[in-house]
Every structure is written in C-alpha cells, then in structure tokens.
C-alpha cells in the first residue's frame, strides 16, 4: 500500500514537473507582432450592431461564433492585445487606446474609448490566435482620409512634386508657387513618420500593452497590412492620367518605397506584408487601373513571397449594394423635386422611369407642373414604397451601417477582409 502511495505522489510530481515546463515553454514564446496601417477602411466603420446580419449567411454564421464569447457579447482575445493610435495631432486628439482585443477598436472619435464599431483587426486577430499558440501584439496606425502621395508617404519617395498642369491651376488662381510648395512639403509625410514612431514606442516596452509580457522571449515583428487607397484614386491632381492603364503607375513606385522604407526603419528586412487592395463597389468586369497599381509590388521580384495582394472586392456584399443603389435613386429624385425641376423630367432622367406620375398630374398645364414642398414628400414617399420593399427594408436595418465607400459599414464585410489578411500573413508565414 505504501509503495503504491509513493508511486502515486511520484506520478504527481513527475506531472507537476511537466506540466510546469509546459506552461514555461509556453510562456516563453516570442510576442508575434503585427502592424496594421492605413486610412478610413483600416480605421473601420462597421458597427457592432450589424454582427447578426453576418448570422443570416450560412457560409459566415461560424465566423460570427468565433467573434462572440459564450455570453453573445463582443469576445475577448485572452491572448491577443491592441495599441491603436489615432485621432487627429492638429486638432490635439491624437491618441491611444489599447487592451485585449475585441470589438470597438475600429473607429473612434475619442481615441481612449470604445467606439461601438470594429475595422479589420478583430477578425485578423481572432484568426491569427486560431493559427498561433503564442501571444499575439497588433498595433494598429489609421487615420480617415489620408494619401500615400502626401500624408504616407514614404521617405525613399521624396518630396512631392507638383505637375505642370498643377502650377498652371495655382498660377491661374493666383497663389505664391513657392508658398504652395512650401506648405506641401510641411504635410508631406506625417502620418508616416507618426506610424513608425508609435510602433518603436510600444515595442521599446510591449509590457506596457501587454502585462504578462516576457522579455527573455522577446518579441517578433512577424507582419505588416496596408489596407489604404482611396483618397489617391480620386486624386485627379497627383494622378492626372489616371483613365490610363499607367494613369496609377506613381502609386505602385511609392507603395515599393513605402514597403521598403517600413522594412528599415523598424529593422525587419523580410517582414512579410500584405497590401489591402481597395475593394468598394465589388468585383468588376472591366479593368480597375488603381486596383491593379495597387496589387503590382507583390509581383515585384524583390517582393516575392513576403508581399501579398489581398482583393477584397470578393467580400463587397451584393444584395446590400443593390439596396444602396435603390437608395441612390430616390435621392436623385428627390434631389431633382428640389431644385424645382417638374417630375415628368424627373421620369426621362432613368431614375424613375419605370413610375408614371398620377393622371391628374400628366393633365396639368407644363407651365403649372411645379410641387409644393408637401407634394415633393408625398411622391418621395410613393416613389419609395415602390422601390424599397420590406424585405429589403429589414436587411438594410440589419447589415448597413455607414456609407459605400466604408463598405456600407458592414460588419460581414469587415470581418471577412480582416481574416482574408490574417489568412494571407499566415501563409506567408508557412512558406
């Protein structure tokens, strides 16, 4: 009996034992760190409200089991921690939240506080945890309405260069060319300069974010997303021949430069990263010039296989978009009543054409033909319940939650981008 009893509490030592090594091998492992970067759609527009809409599919109801705890709340990463810098520096806002991950670190209008939506990082890291056992940092750097032209842009760039065509405009209006240049080169670079500065001052003490941090294990800069892109596809000025197949070619060069100048100044050399190639209005039949300068450095050769290119127009969500479009159209209708043109012109602008107006309208004299604010609501409302069924009243309710170029601020959308990215950097990763 006594030898069992000896055997017994040797076992449970011995298992102690491992079981402390274990933990200490756990614990031991390198912080991963990832960095997320960009403008309004890094920032993340999505609100937590819409999350049921991502139940509806069958094909992203597991998705949305992963994003809530047992509580059907938001869940919380134990082993997934943020520092999300944001806010505007010239307006004094600029500041940082941080803690373990979950929802309501998407955009924020004060950077310290929850702000009721999510960006990509919640499903990166929710999906980064599945893939990895260790702890996992992400410090995320996004601001709305920013360019990589001017406020990203990268030092291997070089100072912004105005085009003939842009000192021709600034002559014709009658600024100091010198001036202008002047207060181009004071806006050129900040958010840059702002992003690697916050990066080297969180890893100059990750246990300021991260609480059970290891220094003996250290930690790893194991990935880099860029997720940016519209305020340089709609920069006419910059991008002058941007209906050409080169129109975008600028923006590749400084997206290698950006890549390259990131690499050296957070000392990581074959960082992978990848590059969130702008996806609002979906997959398109015809050729989209920005899309494609955009994806061109992962096909770099320098670049190949640690620079990925994420579409994430597969993830645009159809059915909302058609709604959106119903939208637009009775703004434009509406739009056209309160500028006082008559509704027969509202009918042949093909945004009402498949509505007459009633009879008695058509038998009023032309010169007579103008609504009274009361009657323009009145046909708005007609014109609606026509266009707008009730059904797709309740599945706008239930997924949109901001505008297009936000990707309709739909958390199924956001979420599904933010694991494509995840997916992408693990791969990478593998190989």
């Given at each position: ?15 102690l ?23 309004s ?13 991502i ?49 309501g ?18 499903t ?108 340089d ?34 000392n ?8 969130g ?26 670049f ?10 597969p ?87 901001n ?29």
């Amino acid at each position: 009996m006594r030898t069992s009893k000896r055997i017994v509490a040797a076992l449970t030592l011995a298992a102690l034992v491992i079981a402390t090594f274990a933990g200490h091998a756990a614990a031991a492992k390198p912080l991963k760190v990832y960095i997320l970067a960009g403008q309004s759609n890094m920032e993340g527009h999505a609100k937590v409200e819409t999350f049921d809409y991502i139940g509806d599919d069958p094909a992203t109801a597991p998705m949305l089991k992963d994003m809530r705890g047992p509580d059907g709340k938001p869940r919380v990463c134990e082993r997934v921690w943020i520092s999300y810098l944001t806010g505007s520096p010239d307006r004094g806002t600029l500041g940082e939240g941080s803690g373990k991950l979950t929802a309501g670190y998407g955009s924020r209008k004060d950077p310290k506080e929850d702000g009721g939506k999510i960006g990509p990082e919640f499903t990166f890291g929710i999906t980064m945890a599945k893939a990895t056992d260790g702890p996992i940092l992400i410090i995320k750097t996004a601001w709305g309405g920013k360019s990589l032209n001017t406020d990203f842009r990268p030092p291997s760039a070089g100072p912004y260069e105005f085009s003939e065509a842009q000192l021709a405009g600034l002559k014709k209006r009658g600024k100091d060319i010198a001036q202008a240049k002047a207060d181009k080169a004071a806006r050129t670079g900040p958010y840059y300069r702002l992003m690697i500065a916050h990066v080297k001052k969180v890893l100059a003490n990750p246990k300021r974010i991260v609480p059970d941090y290891d220094p003996k294990a250290g930690y790893e800069i194991a990935g880099f997303v860029w997720f940016q892109g519209w305020n340089d596809m709609v920069d006419s000025g910059t991008y002058p021949h941007r209906r050409n197949p080169d129109g975008y070619a600028k923006y590749s060069e400084w997206m290698a430069d950006f890549i390259r100048d990131v690499r050296k100044d957070l000392n990581a050399p074959k960082m992978p990263f990848v590059i969130g190639v702008m996806g609002v209005g979906g997959v398109r039949e015809k050729p989209d010039y920005f899309r494609q300068a955009m994806a061109a450095p992962a096909k770099v050769d320098e670049f190949k296989g640690n620079v990925v290119a994420v579409q994430t127009a597969p993830y645009w969500d159809k059915p909302l978009a058609d709604i959106a479009a119903k939208h637009g159209k009775i703004r434009k209708v509406s739009y056209y009543l309160r500028k006082g043109n008559v509704p027969g012109r509202v009918v042949s602008s093909n945004y009402a054409i498949a509505y007459s107006l009633r009879k008695q309208y058509w038998d009023t004299p032309i010169e007579d033909r103008k609504m009274t604010k009361e009657q323009q609501q009145a046909y708005i409302k007609e014109y609606r319940a026509k266009l707008i069924t009730p059904e797709d009243g309740a599945m706008w309710k239930r997924g949109v939650s901001n505008a297009g170029y936000h990707y309709l601020g739909c958390a199924k959308t956001i979420a599904l981008i933010g694991k494509a990215f995840a997916e992408a950097m693990h791969e990478m990763a593998k190989k």
